[in-house]
């Protein structure tokens, strides 16, 4: 589903954020990439749907290649491709529902989307959307009215909406508690393998990562030193990844253990 074949970006400036990553992924696999911060994790997951082009190599999704200077292909790529961002990335100001119908622009009429006529179709693909997710009830309230765990659930029922091939999530669980991260993390997963999706997720929790992933990917300085089961991922694996010992604030459950 997902292919890069010597992936590198080096962004203005010369930081090389990615370095000749060659790295298959089979639809409905939930992926989960770790690393230190400003090893490459976001911008392998940004190059998937164009938001950060590559400086050399490839990237397919399915039989597209992902070229972000070609807006007509990255529009009808970002249509199959649904993206869950770390800040939620929410209208605050309308309701849940008509955020989660943000997820259907790219199916919706222009007009409808300026008057906010979604077909019944539409707005019952949303709620479906936000029933999966366990927050129906919220629907017509203001997005500004809900808690962080709330609002990335919101998240994850816009880009549910898109009816999308692959989803992208981008620390979806940064600034969570515990029990809320664990909330949303079950809540991909049982996407993933209901909706047969592919599930490309970065984390900075290492007892998450292990604990929900099929498979585990780790990036060091932009290079890939890891990819395999989360089940043979251990510590001494994750030492290597983060090229230092692992600290409490490495795993969400601070009493447990890897």
């Known amino acids: 589903m997902i292919t890069f074949e010597n992936a590198?970006?080096?962004?203005?400036?010369?930081?090389?954020?990615?370095?000749?990553?060659?790295?298959?992924l089979g639809e409905g696999e939930f992926v989960v990439i770790v690393g230190l911060s400003g090893a490459g994790k976001s911008t392998l997951i940004r190059a998937v749907n164009g938001l950060v082009p590559l400086t050399s190599g490839i990237c397919r999704v399915g039989d597209q290649v992902v070229d972000a200077h070609d807006k007509k292909a990255i529009r009808a790529l970002r249509a199959e491709v649904g993206m869950i961002f770390q800040t939620h990335n929410?209208?605050?100001?309308?309701?849940?529902?008509?955020?989660?119908?943000?997820?259907?622009?790219?199916?919706?009429?222009?007009?409808?989307?300026?008057?906010?006529?979604?077909t019944k179709g539409d707005v019952e693909?949303?709620?479906?959307?936000?029933?999966?997710v366990e927050i129906v009830e919220k629907a017509y309230v203001r997005a500004s009215n809900l808690s962080g765990g709330q609002q990335q659930r919101v998240g994850i029922a816009r880009a549910l909406a898109q009816e999308p091939k692959v989803v992208l999530a981008d620390e979806p669980t940064a600034s969570l508690d515990p029990p809320t991260s664990h909330l949303v993390?079950?809540?991909l997963k049982s996407i993933c393998r209901d909706l047969n999706i592919t599930m490309l997720v970065n984390l900075h929790f290492l007892d998450l990562a292990r604990a929900y992933g099929d498979r585990i990917v780790g990036l060091r300085a932009g290079e890939l030193v890891y990819d395999g089961a989360a089940e043979d991922a251990d510590e001494n694996v994750f030492r290597d990844i983060y090229g230092r010992s692992l600290t409490a604030d490495d795993v969400l459950e601070k009493e447990g253990s890897l």
């Open 8 to 24: 590198s970006v080096t962004y203005p400036g010369g930081v090389q954020a990615l370095k000749d990553v060659s790295l298959e």
């Open 90 to 118: 929410l209208v605050k100001r309308t309701t849940v529902l008509n955020n989660v119908l943000m997820g259907r622009l790219h199916r919706t009429a222009t007009w409808r989307t300026l008057v906010g006529a979604y």
């Open 125 to 132: 693909l949303a709620m479906q959307a936000l029933e999966r």
């Open 185 to 187: 993390m079950r809540d």
